[in-house]
């Protein structure tokens, strides 16, 4: 059973940074293969799509147009962990913060970016941004 657990949320204030990971159990060998992404939920608004991984689309992450420039995503295969790292914060980042998997066969691009198609996600971490 592949599992999700992020880390590394907290209050900051506006300017500051932070760095999300996620861990994954239950992939073995085979995480190096899942398309993985950060979504965030502010309160009283959808899940949206922050940053992500696509095997389909080469080695470079995606990022949402609010977060790009600001946050990185990276991936390390051999600890099956995926991070986010956030700078420049501002209180509209405040969200909780989640990290999915999708594994193969994989999401067709046009459901890609949208939550309610991601099968495996982790249990969420809380960012604050202080203004």
């Known amino acids: 059973q592949v599992q999700l657990v992020e880390s590394g949320g907290g209050l900051v204030q506006a300017g500051g940074s932070l760095r999300l990971s996620c861990t994954i159990s239950?992939?073995?060998?085979?995480?190096?293969?899942?398309?993985m992404a950060w979504f965030r939920q502010a309160p009283g608004k959808e899940r949206e799509f922050v940053a992500g991984f696509r095997r389909q689309g080469g080695s470079t992450p995606s990022y949402a147009g609010s977060v790009k420039g600001r946050f990185t995503m990276s991936r390390d295969n051999a600890k099956n962990t995926v991070s986010l790292q956030m700078n420049s914060l501002k209180p509209e980042d405040t969200a909780v913060y989640y990290c999915?998997?999708?594994?193969?066969?994989?999401?067709?691009?046009?459901?890609?970016?949208?939550?309610?198609?991601?099968?495996?996600w982790g249990q969420g971490t809380q960012v604050t941004v202080s203004s």
């Open positions: 999915a998997a999708d594994p193969p066969p994989y999401l067709i691009l046009s459901s890609y970016y949208r939550s309610d198609m991601w099968d495996y």
């Open positions: 239950g992939a073995g060998h085979t995480f190096s293969t899942y398309n």
